[in-house]
């Protein structure tokens, strides 16, 4: 959910990026730097890492849009066009906010803009998994992970996790990865949350779209 | 598939082909058909001719895993008690067709008591053209005659040039070709200059004499993505079509393979270095799947084989799996296999 939520809040920040730049180049100003930063609950907190920003909130007893507005000190009036852009900023993400155009999970379809985002994200993650497993890199005999298994075949990764007998444990995909890697690649084992098995496990999983969840299959 | 639509209609089915057969026989017998092929039916004397098959080889500082495996092979063949009458090694014998690779493969393969005839695959090619490997081992294209039966040894991973437009160095062109499963990849090909030798070199024989074709890839379509596949195949069959018994023996697909289309029998072999799993379609009907392999085992799914050849010019051919009981097919388990399949109503599948 977080991270869903955070490809949202990326999405959302690209489009108001567009927006100020059209703004800026009408009014003949510098350019002040403001910043969309998300929306959230209004009785939530706001993040501890957003100490020392200059914040503008807008609430509406349900839903708070915040952003953050560089080049203006607390205490003093800004400047009227700088005043302009941060409210006219804040008022197009409340009303986008409120015409649902952003929030696939409010009973509303993903826009394009969405969709491209995650195609992306997700298609760079598998690519790089992509590259790896067909890349002596892994190991330190010339031998990749797809030359046994062309187009991810016998990867079986809907079975895991499973007992693997010659592990003594109970396995994840991730244990085979590495098993693997460790053996007839004679490399060094990835650690379990690094970029690079995160990816593997990203084409893998990616081969087998379609095919039933089946842990525990031998 | 257009092939397979194409060959739908052309091919001879099994009852017709059985049909034909026995007029033949009925012919040879009242002497009208060859004289010559009758005056020495029966007295071909049987032989044993063992393989050794795609080794990958990288060159030794690098991976002693692909050695020891062919160390493996060799001891095999040299155990073989009476020996073979020569060995066939089918292809891929280095992993990236380095120099290096080729000849560390020429060494080990040296270790060998019996005579070896080479073939040639994709992975000893891509480097150089074939240019070290014809240094060491002489034509990629022959034929020679043993104990009455005629065999044949064909370069079949000929593609179209994929290199000369983007301006491919030679390691690009062999890790293009190295890939098995690259979505760009292009087919293999025999080709018009080697059918051509091909039907001239088969001119000269007479239908009766068995013929034994060795070829890298199978010599038909079976599954493109993977290039266990030959493009030309059909062209290929056709020129084989002629001879009443023709078995062909290919390298490439790293798994136990059985097909036979009409008079032609397919037989795939094993490789040393790694099995590799059965693609998701196209697999021929009358293959008995192997289960897939332990990867905890090395040799699992691995190993090496003889070919029996009988008196009659058929094979019956061995898998020697090394951490496996061994798999035997004979001609007439193939002939049951049909029957089991519905004989003479097998319905041509995606491997024609």
């Known amino acids: ?218 | 598939m257009n092939a397979g639509e194409k060959t739908k209609n052309t091919l001879i089915s099994r009852r017709d082909f059985l049909r034909v057969a026995a007029s033949t026989t009925a012919l040879g017998s009242l002497g009208v058909f060859n004289l010559d092929a009758a005056a020495h039916e029966g007295v071909r004397t049987p032989f044993t001719f063992a393989y050794v098959s795609d080794a990958h080889l990288y060159e030794r500082k690098l991976n002693k895993r692909f050695i020891r495996a062919v160390e493996k092979a060799v001891n095999d063949m040299n155990s073989l008690n009476p020996q073979p009458d020569f060995i066939l090694y089918g292809g891929d014998l280095a992993q990236l067709g380095q120099p290096g690779e080729l000849e560390l493969g020429k060494e080990l393969l040296g270790q060998l008591k019996a005579p070896v005839k080479m073939m040639v695959g994709e992975h000893d090619w891509y480097f150089d053209m074939g240019e070290k490997w014809r240094e060491l081992f002489g034509k990629d294209v022959y034929s020679f005659d043993h104990k009455r039966v005629h065999f044949v040894v064909l370069n079949s991973v000929i593609v179209e040039d994929y290199w000369t437009e983007p301006k491919m160095t030679p390691m690009e062109r062999m890790k293009f070709m190295a890939q098995l499963d690259n979505p760009k990849g292009k087919p293999f090909m025999v080709g018009k200059e080697q059918r051509e030798w091909l039907k001239e070199d088969l001119s000269k024989y007479d239908r009766s004499i068995p013929l034994v074709v060795f070829s890298h890839s199978p010599l038909y379509k079976y599954y493109r993505p993977w290039n266990f596949w030959t493009e030309d195949a059909e062209q290929v069959q056709d020129i084989l079509w002629k001879f009443d018994t023709a078995t062909v023996v290919h390298g490439h697909t790293h798994q136990l393979l059985l097909n036979q289309l009409g008079k032609i029998t397919f037989h795939g072999m094993l490789s040393t270095a790694w099995p590799w799993p059965y693609p998701p379609e196209g697999v021929p009907k009358l293959t008995i799947q192997m289960d897939r392999a332990d990867p905890f085992d090395q040799f699992d799914g691995c190993g090496d084989g003889t070919l029996d050849v009988m008196s009659n010019g058929q094979a019956n051919i061995t898998y020697n799996l090394w951490s496996r009981k061994p798999r035997y097919v004979t001609y007439d388990d193939i002939e049951r296999l049909w029957i089991t399949h519905g004989l003479g109503q097998l319905e041509p599948g995606p491997s024609y």
């Open chain 1, 1 to 218: 959910m977080k991270r869903n939520r955070l490809l949202l809040l990326m999405a959302a920040a690209m489009s108001f990026t567009l927006v100020l730049h059209s703004v800026s180049a009408d009014t003949d100003v510098t350019r002040p730097e403001v910043r969309y930063l998300g929306t959230m609950s209004c009785k939530e907190a706001l993040p501890s890492n957003l100490e020392g920003v200059r914040l503008f909130k807008l609430c509406d007893g349900e839903t708070k849009v915040i952003i953050a507005a560089d080049g203006t000190e607390p205490g003093r009036p800004m400047a009227r066009p700088i005043a302009q852009m941060v409210a006219s900023t804040l008022l197009t993400a409340y009303q986008d906010l409120k015409t649902s155009k952003l929030l696939a999970h409010k009973d509303v379809p993903h826009t394009p803009r969405e969709k491209e985002t995650f195609e992306s994200e997700l298609n760079k993650m598998i690519q790089n998994g992509y590259t790896l497993f067909h890349s002596p890199e892994l190991g330190t005999n010339g031998i990749s992970c797809d030359m046994c298994h062309p187009d991810g075949a016998n990867t079986h990764p809907e079975t895991y996790p499973k007992f693997q007998t010659q592990l003594k444990k109970a396995a994840l995909l991730r244990d085979m990865i590495n098993w693997c890697i460790e053996n007839p690649l004679e490399g060094t084992k990835l650690d379990d949350n690094s970029e690079k098995m995160r990816a593997l496990e990203a084409y893998i999983l990616s081969t087998r779209k379609g095919t039933p969840l089946e842990f525990g299959k031998h």
